[in-house]
């Protein structure tokens, strides 16, 4: 079985940042691309950041130039570093992954749970 784990969302001022953190473990021969989605209320799951296992990246033209995607394979964890962050930020944030299973070698995508960032004064 493989989970991942979100963490670091919160309440934060408009103009604030965030650092959110996909820990992924189980049964994972190796995690290959790794997504940060969000998904505010009433709208449709966004796509915000996706990671290479190479480390080339991906931005949605709404969080380019603000939000940074980052990994340690290692560690089998993605960070999404939220800067200049606008009430327009507001969402339940997702982790998404590709993991090539330990004992069967097959590739599944999981997701985790979320996490809440609130952006507002």
């Known amino acids: 079985q493989v989970q991942l784990v979100e963490s670091g969302g919160g309440l934060v001022q408009p103009g604030g940042s965030l650092r959110l953190s996909c820990v992924a473990s189980g049964s994972i021969f190796r995690v290959n691309a790794m997504r940060w989605y969000r998904q505010a209320p009433e709208k449709q799951r966004e796509l915000v950041a996706t990671i290479t296992s190479g480390g080339s990246t991906i931005y949605a033209d709404s969080v380019k130039g603000r939000f940074t995607i980052s990994r340690d394979s290692a560690k089998k964890t993605a960070y999404l570093q939220m800067n200049s962050l606008k009430p327009e930020d507001t969402a339940v944030y997702y982790c998404?992954?590709?993991?090539?299973?330990?004992?069967?070698?097959?590739?599944?995508?999981?997701w985790g749970q979320g996490t809440q960032v609130t952006v507002s004064s």
């Open positions: 998404n992954a590709d993991v090539i299973q330990q004992y069967t070698g097959g590739t599944k995508i999981y």
